[in-house]
């Protein structure tokens, strides 16, 4: 689509799309959405042990996820480089806040490095490389708090997390 346009505007689509892309991987992340997650990288991206293409990158989501019961990832401070017209890299700043069962809530701030790659006119992950600059468990979790039912209160847990089951059970169990 992108090549159709001038230049500098083809630019523009390009990184609006990458963009879009980290932030769909952000979505799956907080939705626990491994084929989702695995949409998102080109068919021959690496997962480590667990090999290459879509089945790996599921099979290392499922892992990463298994104990999940929350996970919000903000990103911000995306720099996206265009290298030619199907390859390009970047970095994106990332907040996480995250809770597994039986582990402490966790902050992190996160550092992305990434490689980009059009597939099949769309972009996508080749590679996605997490560097932690520092994670801090909470002596208490703000999801051991009341529900808040807002707008009666804008304090305790909300509505988000408690819609999805897997959340509420936990939840309900610590309580």
């Avoid at 929350?70 to 907040?95: K, M, R, S």
Wanted: charged share 30%; with cysteine; proline share 5%.
């Amino acid at each position: 689509m992108s090549e159709a346009l001038p230049p500098a505007l083809a630019a523009l689509v390009d990184r609006e799309q990458i963009r879009d892309l980290v932030l769909s991987y952000s979505r799956a992340m907080e939705a626990r959405d491994v084929d989702a997650m695995a949409d998102l990288f080109v068919p021959h991206a690496r997962f480590g042990d667990h090999g290459k293409g879509p089945d790996a990158c599921r099979a290392l989501m499922a892992d990463s996820l298994a104990d999940s019961i929350f996970a919000v990832i903000l990103v911000a401070n995306h720099i996206v480089v265009l290298d030619d017209a199907d390859h390009a890299h970047g970095e994106v700043w990332a907040q996480c806040y995250a809770q597994n069962r039986g582990e402490p809530f966790v902050e992190q701030v996160i550092r992305y490095i990434d490689r980009y790659e059009r597939h099949e006119g769309c972009w996508r992950f080749l590679h996605r490389r997490h560097r932690l600059w520092f994670g801090m468990d909470r002596d208490r979790s703000p999801l051991d708090q009341d529900a808040a039912e807002w707008p009666r209160s804008q304090v305790g847990v909300g509505d988000v997390p408690l819609a999805d089951e897997k959340f509420r059970t936990w939840w309900e169990s610590r309580r």
